[in-house]
């Protein structure tokens, strides 16, 4: 049993940064975030969600080309939360941002996440 909370989003401006967090709780909570496949996704308005990012048991990570070199997945496995480190930001990154998790060890793209939060809303402005 896990749940995923979401929280940090805001509004910022164009070229800011923003760092997200999602805490994990509850009795799988240790096991998800130490031995689970994590990661963010992202919905903007209009849109289809997306995979921004995720990151392994083991600390591997994935990007979605489009944040690659400005966003940094990564989590602290004593306090089970995943953060989310955006940089750059640009008007498109505007968007509702979700943490998900799947029960696996390893990360298989963005597919499979069984477990989601409730999002936090992002938004970019110039």
């Known amino acids: 049993q896990v749940q995923l909370v979401e929280s940090g989003g805001g509004s910022v401006q164009t070229g800011g940064s923003l760092r997200l967090s999602c805490a994990a709780s509850g009795a799988a909570s240790g096991y998800t975030v130490r031995r689970g496949c994590m990661g963010w996704f992202r919905q903007a308005p209009g849109k289809e969600r997306e995979g921004v990012a995720t990151i392994d048991s083991v600390g591997t990570t994935n990007y979605a080309d489009s944040v690659k070199g400005r966003f940094t997945i990564s989590k602290d496995n004593a306090d089970n939360i995943l953060y989310l480190q955006m940089n750059s930001l640009k008007p498109e990154d505007t968007g509702m941002y979700y943490c998900?998790?799947?029960?696996?060890?390893?990360?298989?793209?963005?597919?499979?996440?069984?477990?989601w939060g409730k999002g936090t809303l992002v938004t970019i402005s110039s």
């Open positions: 998900a998790a799947r029960f696996s060890n390893l990360c298989v793209a963005f597919a499979g996440m069984g477990v």
